[in-house]
Each structure stands twice: as structure tokens, then as C-alpha cells.
């Protein structure tokens, strides 16, 4: 066997990747290729953040490429026509992919193995790349996957991974394989965070040697930030989540327990998504909301949007979020559920914004923690409502966070800061700032109403 390709998709990294060491192991030559998808950019999923991001990963990669000997290839247009254009020009035999979990990867694997078949072109699909542990290798005894995350949990952590693969030293690429030059793209928000597996692989390190430890303590304070923000790396398949674990699990302690089990909360909503693809868009389970919609709600929708619902912890964090192209988890928690909850919102409405702006958004963990959130999903206690006042006393004491974003606000020290409408009267007046959309006793009132004819 002389030649294979090697498709890259959400594994754009070259420590730790199982179809790139096959197709070294058994090639003469290799064809490491990436395609920008028509498909992809037709859904709206190839935002500016996600492709300012893809650009700094691709461009890492095609020069550890380089130094290796190799090159990155990359062709847009339809994926498949593509793959087996490349085949057909490299005179591949073989073509080696990741698996992954949503409904379009697993129509483009379908696709893609019927066409290169008729080429004579065998296609090498690879399991547990862009997961620690691979959808459907753990299930309960009466179902095809977990609902529940404890329970998964305790079978996820049993699983043996494998050990994490090094980088090849050399890749040689077969000559006249044309390629088009690298795209360059520039994101919506200017504090967006650079990609890539030599940025991603700094953060890792420098997170096991200084924020692990810390984890299980701080992961919750807003102003703190320190979780580990390597969330656009997973999506990207910058770092390996079985590496992830693996030096996570070496650097022990509670720190480490408590950040592999949030790695765990993805692999879990992966396994979700696998099993019921509609989950992207419809109710896991249904309370049979009549959610308000832009018809209904259009003005406290953009409120939301914009950070001026009059809430100085929801506002700071949907500032965060169009400022960084990131959101803090707590803050996603926070305002997830003055949208659904409080303001009875439709929770695809506020999906759809988090992936038009979020770097890591990711159709498994963004949809599914919305609907965990508006407990259309796997939460057992679906009619929670987070209170932004109590949340913000809780995980903003100072105020710090609101202050960082909200700089109308800034002249209000301490815990104040979150309650803008109880400062005395020339103060308020002095602030410009809104009062608040609406009262969060009618919110509940209207939501609990709503639920209670499910
Ligand atoms: P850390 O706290 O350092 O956690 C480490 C890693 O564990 C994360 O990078 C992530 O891969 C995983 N993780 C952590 N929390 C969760 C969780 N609740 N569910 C699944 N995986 C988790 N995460 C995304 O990667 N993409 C999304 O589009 C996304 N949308 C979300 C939408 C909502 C409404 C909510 C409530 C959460 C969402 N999350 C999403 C999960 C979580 O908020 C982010 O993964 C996390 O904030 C990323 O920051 P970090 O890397 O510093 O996380």
C-alpha cells in the first residue's frame, strides 16, 4: 500500500491521533487533508469565531506539518466529492477518519464510505479521538445510552483509556496534490482566544501546573476564572480528550477528580446526541411548553442579547460572551435560565445565539445543557429556577465579575452593585443603567403557571 489520506475534522492536532498514526503505519506516503464544508457553512455553524479559531488551528497545524516534512492539504466544496477527488489524484487506497457524535457526522461517514467503495477506496473510521470514551462504549442493560450522568459516570471512569499516541517525526506528503491557501478569518469579538495545538497544549500544561489544583474550589467563583478555558481546544480536537484525562488523572488530587468529571459531563452529552440526533432540536423530554418566541418576545429577547435586562449578573455575562466569543459555565447556568425560565423563552432561541458567538459551541454540549437547563433535558429536577440576585450574591460576593463588565455599574461598590434599583434615589438617578425587565416574582408566577398545564 503506497498512499492514504488522512481526513481532519474536529481532531486538527497532531499529539495523540490515532487515524494519522494508521495511515503512517500502513502508507508509503500520506495525504493530510482538510475540507472546508459547504455543508458546515450552510448551517450556520461556521461562525466568526469558530473559523477565526479554525484559521490559527489550521495554520499550527499545516507548519508542525512542515516540520515534519509534510504539508496540510485543503480543498473546499463538498465534502465527499473532495475526499475522493484527493484519493483519486494521490492514488489512495485507503482514507482514515475520526468518528463523531452529531447526526450530520454520522451521514458524512455514511456518505463517504459508499462513495470512496465505488472508487476501490476503503474508508478507516477511528473511535475515542474527539471523545475520552467513545459514544455507545458504555450503555446500561435497557438502553442504547445514559440519561442520567451518575450512573455514567461510574462506568465512564471504569474504562480503560488507551495510552495517548506521540506525534509522528516524519510525514511525507506525495508531490502534485494541489492545495488551496489556508483561510484566514478574523472574529467578532476582539478578547477571542487564539486555537490551535501549540496554544492548546501551553494552556494544558500550564492548567495542570497552576489551576488544577484549585479546581474543585474556584471553578464556580465568576470573577476568579479559573476554570481551565480549554473548552475551544476540545471542540476543535486541539488537545486529545484521552491525553486531557490521562495527564489530568497523573496530576491527582481533588482538583483533578472534580475537572476530569466535568470532562465526563461531555463525553456524556456526546453519548446523548449519538443515540437521539433530534435531541439538536427537539425536547429530549417534553413538558409541552408553548415557549414565547421573537414573534412574542422580541424585545426582551434582544434585551437578553445585548446585556441590558436590567440584571447586572445576567447582563455581565452575555457581555463576556459577545466580548470573548466565551462565557464562564456559571454564567451560562445564570443566563440559560433567565431566558427559558424567567423571561419563558424558547430555548433554541438562546442556543442558537450562544453558537452564533461561543468559540467552543458545540452542538452536543450547547443544545443539550439548554435543554438540561430549561429542563426539557436530562435534569431530574426540570421546574428549577436560578435566581440571578442569589446567584450573584453566591458566585460574584464582591461584585468584582458585574463591575469587570458592566461599566455603567462600576462606581457601585461591593455586593450592591447587584441590586442597582435599591440604591437611594439621586444615586439610581446618577447610574445609567436599566431597571429590570421584568420582576422576577412574575417570571416565576408566569413560569409555574405554564409548567403546571404541561
Ligand atoms: P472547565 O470548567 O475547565 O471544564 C473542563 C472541560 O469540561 C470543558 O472545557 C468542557 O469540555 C467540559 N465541561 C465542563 N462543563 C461542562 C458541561 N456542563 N457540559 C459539558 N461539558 C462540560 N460547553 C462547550 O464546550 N460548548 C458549548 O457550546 C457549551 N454550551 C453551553 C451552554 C449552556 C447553556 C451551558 C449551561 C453550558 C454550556 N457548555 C458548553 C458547558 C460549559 O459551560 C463549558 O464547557 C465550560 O464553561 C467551558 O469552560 P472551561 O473549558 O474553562 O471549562
Redesign the pocket.
Known amino acids: 500500500m503506497n498512499v492514504s489520506v488522512v481526513l481532519f475534522t474536529s481532531d486538527l492536532r497532531l499529539h495523540d491521533h490515532p487515524p494519522l498514526r494508521a495511515a503512517l503505519d500502513g502508507a508509503r506516503e500520506v495525504v493530510p487533508l482538510f475540507v472546508r464544508d459547504r455543508a458546515v457553512d450552510g448551517a450556520g455553524f461556521a461562525t466568526p469565531n469558530r473559523l477565526a479559531f479554525l484559521s490559527d488551528c489550521l495554520r499550527d497545524l499545516d507548519a508542525g506539518l512542515r516540520e515534519r516534512g509534510g504539508r496540510l492539504v485543503v480543498r473546499s466544496g463538498d465534502l465527499v466529492a473532495q475526499v475522493c477527488r484527493v484519493a483519486a489524484e494521490a492514488g489512495a487506497d485507503e482514507v482514515h477518519l475520526s468518528a463523531d457524535a452529531s447526526a450530520y457526522a454520522h451521514r458524512r461517514e455514511e456518505r463517504l464510505r459508499h462513495a470512496l467503495e465505488a472508487e476501490g477506496v476503503r474508508l478507516h473510521v477511528h473511535d475515542a479521538v474527539t471523545s475520552a470514551v467513545a459514544p455507545g462504549a458504555v450503555t446500561p442493560s435497557a438502553s442504547d445510552h445514559f440519561a442520567v450522568f451518575t450512573p455514567y459516570f461510574r462506568h465512564w471512569s471504569d474504562q480503560r483509556l488507551r495510552e495517548p499516541l506521540a506525534a509522528p517525526r516524519v510525514v511525507r506528503v506525495p508531490h502534485g496534490v494541489g492545495s488551496e491557501d489556508l483561510p484566514a478569518y478574523r472574529g467578532v469579538s476582539e478578547g477571542l482566544a487564539a486555537g490551535g495545538e501549540t496554544e492548546g497544549r501551553r494552556r494544558l500544561t500550564s492548567w495542570l501546573e497552576h489551576g488544577i489544583d484549585a479546581y474543585e474550589d474556584r471553578?464556580d467563583d465568576l470573577a476568579g476564572d479559573a476554570?481551565?478555558?480549554?473548552?475551544p481546544h476540545?471542540?476543535f480536537g486541539t488537545l486529545s480528550p484521552v491525553d486531557l484525562v490521562q495527564r489530568a488523572r497523573a496530576a491527582g488530587g481533588r482538583g483533578a477528580d472534580a475537572?476530569v468529571r466535568?470532562?465526563a459531563?461531555?463525553d456524556f452529552?456526546r453519548q446523548l446526541l449519538a443515540a437521539r440526533p433530534a435531541a439538536s432540536g427537539t425536547d429530549y423530554r417534553t413538558r409541552h411548553d408553548r415557549w414565547r418566541t421573537e414573534r412574542t418576545a422580541r424585545e426582551d429577547i434582544e434585551a437578553w442579547r445585548e446585556g441590558r435586562t436590567g440584571y447586572p449578573v445576567v447582563d455581565a455575562a452575555m457581555r463576556q460572551l459577545r466580548h470573548e466569543g466565551w462565557m464562564?459555565?456559571r454564567g451560562?447556568?445564570l443566563t440559560?435560565s433567565f431566558l427559558t425560565k424567567t423571561l419563558y423563552v424558547d430555548w433554541r432561541i438562546g442556543a442558537r445565539h450562544?453558537l452564533d458567538l461561543?468559540v467552543?459551541?458545540?452542538v452536543a454540549?450547547?443544545q443539550l445543557?439548554?435543554q438540561w437547563?430549561a429542563g426539557t433535558g436530562t435534569d431530574n429536577r426540570p421546574n428549577r429556577v436560578l435566581n440571578p440576585v442569589t446567584q450573584a450574591r453566591r458566585y460574584d460576593p464582591d461584585g468584582a465579575y458585574v463591575r469587570r463588565w458592566v461599566p455603567e455599574l462600576a462606581g457601585i461598590e461591593g455586593p450592591a452593585v447587584h441590586e442597582p434599583w435599591k440604591l437611594p434615589g439621586r444615586d439610581r438617578a446618577a447610574v445609567d443603567y436599566p431597571d429590570p425587565l421584568v420582576e422576577l416574582s412574575e417570571g416565576l408566577a408566569r413560569f409555574k403557571r405554564a409548567r403546571s398545564h404541561g
Open positions: 471553578h476554570t481551565s478555558r480549554l473548552s476540545l471542540h475537572f466535568q470532562v459531563w461531555r452529552h464562564h459555565n451560562r447556568l440559560a450562544f461561543l467552543d459551541g458545540d454540549n450547547n445543557n439548554w437547563v
